[in-house]
């Protein structure tokens, strides 16, 4: 069922939600000094791409720094990325079709707001990716 709605995800907009994260990614490595958002947005794409069978976990020993970055994050664009996350999941959800892709969106809230700490792992086996 995962592999169906992933790929579902991946016709209705999916390829294009990675694609721009990965823009952003390519954007932020030009600079050196943003270089761990380009890492953290390539993160996203990636779970922007595959997001059922996957699930945010926040790194418990993310310091200060993550802090720190995850602040400009959400100066810059963070909040931004999350409110339309937001309304795109609630749009999705008018549908009964949309409703696993809107909860697909609500899901990918918490990292495109505060990315830096948090890792994606796979819901099957969570010990193993860490």
Partial sequence: MKTLLNIIWLLF??????LGYVIAGIICCIFIITIPFGIASFRIA???????GRTIVRHPRAGAM???????WIVFGGWYLALGHLVTGFVQCVTIIGIPLGIANFKMIPVSLVPLGAEI???DRPWIDR
Wanted: net charge neutral; hydrophobic share 65%.
């Fill in 46 to 52: 990636a779970f922007a791409l595959w997001p059922f």
């Fill in 66 to 72: 993550s802090m720190i970055g995850n602040v400009i």
């Fill in 121 to 123: 792992v796979s819901t």
């Fill in 13 to 18: 907009g999916g390829i294009w939600l990675a």
